[in-house]
């Protein structure tokens, strides 16, 4: 029994291993950065954008944060644009997702709960994804159709 139950563990471990990238091997810290404006019916607002280029960046996103401050936030470019689908797990911040098209406007904003599995979906073709705060595209005022500024 004693056997059974440590192959059973050590089985277990590895599928863990092979399923959640390790924090530490999440390259999503020291990526490059960019600013973004939003403007929305309430002005402008400027954020520090960090930009997930890569897969491997993209893959990770904003995975294992704890904390991120209110006028930063991450993007995803996509080349080319696509229909795009998101979801929090290994995600314990909870963010609004901006769906950006080719045309550089809002195409919608969606909430992202924290370590859900809950797919987050684009309502049309998106170049990128900006992912900020949860609660700051309410604040500010985005909405669908609002320009993005790169």
Known sequence: ??????????????????????????????????????????????????????PAQQECGLMYRKAMRRNVGMMFPFDPPKAATFWMENTPLPLDLVFVGPDNRVINVAPGKPYSRDIIASEGIAASVIELNAGEAKRIGLKPGDRVRR
């Open 1 to 54: 029994m004693k056997l059974l139950l440590a192959a059973t563990a050590a089985l277990l471990s590895a599928q863990a291993l092979l399923a959640v990238p390790a924090a530490a091997a999440c390259p999503n810290v020291g990526l490059a950065t960019e600013s973004v404006t939003f403007v929305t019916a309430k002005g402008r607002r400027t954020y520090r954008i960090e930009v997930a280029a890569t």
